[in-house]
């Protein structure tokens, strides 16, 4: 049932469109929350290694398409396609096979308040099965440096200033090695220094592991120095997708509107 090969082209591409591997292939994909039509369509393509940025209104739908790419929300319609694997209808086992592929990073943090950084960062490991404790520690010694945390195991998220903790959030995302990483406004509510600093991190975990990346942010100045292709994503739709040039110098009134903080009806 879920052998087939996802859609040779991505007739979703209005600019840029060339041939790539392809780590994500989203198509046709549509969900409603209490009869609110949320997803209307959404096709998008993610290339091996990549970081897309997702842009779009509050309320618009971005986490709710990032936690259909993991399987935490079902479509009422449509195709996920995750290393040419069509991730939806699969089974608990297949899914949680997927879920160790693709790491995400919650809107809100979401560290367990009553576990230490250091536990918080092994959770997934045991949840995994993962039982040689020397193992574990050694890879979180190893997340708390690249995340630029190190010494800071016993801490408790109660002591964690809103950067740290987003880097403790993005060490568990990380921990088992994903492929890929979502990030849910990874940036929010940070001053620009500790923003930059997230920021250089997305970009590292790209070039030491490949790590093929997801970014919804609202914060533009991240989203360009991070992009290699931004989407912006409008009525359930995938308005438009190309790089941060391209959308710099788009002249649609709609984007431009967005860009420079305009509201629809022009007060
Ligand atoms: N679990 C849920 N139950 C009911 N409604 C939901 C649920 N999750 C999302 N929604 C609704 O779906 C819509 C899209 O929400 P979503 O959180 O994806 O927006 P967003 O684009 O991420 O916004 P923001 O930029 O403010 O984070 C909203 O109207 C929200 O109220
Ligand atoms: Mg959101």
């Keep these: 049932m879920i052998e087939a090969p996802p859609p040779a082209v991505a007739p979703v591409q209005k600019t840029s469109a060339t041939r790539r591997k392809l780590m994500i292939a989203v198509r046709g994909l549509t969900k409603a929350i209490e009869a609110q039509k949320i997803l209307r369509g959404v096709d ?16 618009g739908g971005k986490s709710v398409l990032l936690k259909h790419l993991v399987g935490l929300m079902q479509p009422d319609d449509g195709e996920i396609w995750i290393e040419g694997e069509n991730i939806l209808g699969l089974s608990e086992r297949k899914l949680a096979d997927i879920r160790r592929k693709v790491g995400i990073l919650f809107q809100s943090g979401a560290l367990f308040d009553s576990m230490t950084v250091e536990e918080n960062i092994a959770f997934p490991l045991h949840e995994a099965g993962e039982r040689d404790t020397e193992a574990i520690r050694k890879r979180v010694d190893e997340m708390l440096e690249v995340v630029e945390l190190e010494g800071q195991h016993d801490k408790m998220p109660v002591n964690l200033s809103g950067g740290m903790k987003k880097r403790v959030g993005l060490a568990r995302s990380i921990v088992r090695r994903p492929s890929v990483v979502l990030y849910d406004e990874p940036t929010a509510g940070l001053d620009p220094v500790v923003s930059d600093s997230i920021n250089r991190l997305i970009r590292r975990l790209q070039e030491r592991f490949h790590v093929t990346s997801v970014v919804v942010t609202h914060d533009m100045k991240s989203a360009f120095h991070i ?41």
């Design 227 to 267: 992009a290699d292709h931004i989407a912006y994503l409008h009525e359930g739709q995938i308005y438009f997708y190309g790089t941060s040039v391209e959308l710099q110098q788009s002249t649609d009134p709609l984007l431009q509107d967005f860009l420079l903080g305009r509201s629809e009806c022009g007060v």
């Design 44 to 59: 998008l393509d993610v290339a091996t290694g990549e970081t897309l940025v997702i842009i779009g209104r509050s309320g």
